[in-house]
């Protein structure tokens, strides 16, 4: 069908039919935005309270830092305020029905107790409302375990030369590492008590980086690198020729604590590849053949 031109003119095409956008994230902001600017009755669905997803929660985002709210406040109020956009929160989509260009769609929308179109978030409901919310505290944890006089030194001066900020959580955690060979809980429970960081942060920082371990590790630290370039030469063979001869897995300890074996994603000796490292020291070119003679030197 033949369309009249737009022209300057005119504020926003005229409405050709409608469209479901499900999810009120950033993606479905944005889709409902460029619907609704080329002339569609947009209904966004959402079955949290507000739209906005996780990037509304965020501070910046990767990998150019820009802020996270400065990005999408404006996509909020545009969402909010444009005439062929219908947001419906607290909504699922429960039934679909019928062919392309000629959906049915059945929502349920939790009950609000408000009138959504009188809404002006003023708070008064809050005041008003004869339900209240009973705020129930956690009980205080327990009191810590008492640290051995020599834990409870080596922490102390570690944190001492950290001046125990949130900021030396990861130089803490390395250095308890290094002295130990892994993380002891009771150390991750003191230092989360002593920087004032929930220890679920910790145990996420702990977990995160390869360098550090959650469990005791052997007296000898064995890399293979899995990177690109040494997959390339066959990092997979020598990777399993480590595990047969030592009878453990990736990630394991062996039985005498001698080896804790681990894939690595880069060593820096790419030229090299394929390249392990034992003790932080790289060896380059390996053949699986090398493997049982390269241990030996370390029993």
Known sequence: MDQEPTTKNQERPAKRGSVLVVGGGIGGIQASLDL??????????????????????LDKTFPT????????????????????????????VT????????????VRSEPRSVDAAKCTACGLCLE???TRSVVRVPPPPPPLDVLEPEDEAF??????????????????????????????????????????????????AASFYHSLSLEPSGRHLLEVCVGAACHMKGAGDI?????????????????????????VHHVGCCSHAPVARIDGEAYVELKPDQIPKLLADFR
């Open 36 to 57: 609704a600017d080329q002339g569609f009755k947009v209904y966004l669905v959402e079955r949290n309270p507000s739209i906005g997803g996780t990037m509304a929660q």
């Open 65 to 92: 830092n820009d802020c996270a709210m400065c990005m999408i406040s404006p996509k909020l109020v545009g969402c909010g305020r444009h005439p062929n956009i219908e947001i419906l929160t607290m909504t699922e």
């Open 128 to 130: 008003e409302c004869p």
């Open 239 to 263: 990777l399993a020729r480590v595990e047969r001869e030592l009878g453990v897995r990736r990630g394991g300890t062996t039985e005498d604590k001698r080896f804790t074996v681990r894939a």
């Open 95 to 106: 039934e679909v029905a019928g062919e392309p260009g000629r959906f049915q769609v059945s």
């Open 155 to 204: 922490l102390a001066g570690t944190m001492a030369s950290t001046y125990g900020d949130r900021g030396a959580l990861l130089p803490v955690l390395r250095a308890i590492n290094g002295h130990y060979g892994y993380l002891p809980r009771l150390m991750l429970e003191h230092v989360s008590e002593r920087i004032r960081i929930p220890l679920s942060r910790v145990l996420r």
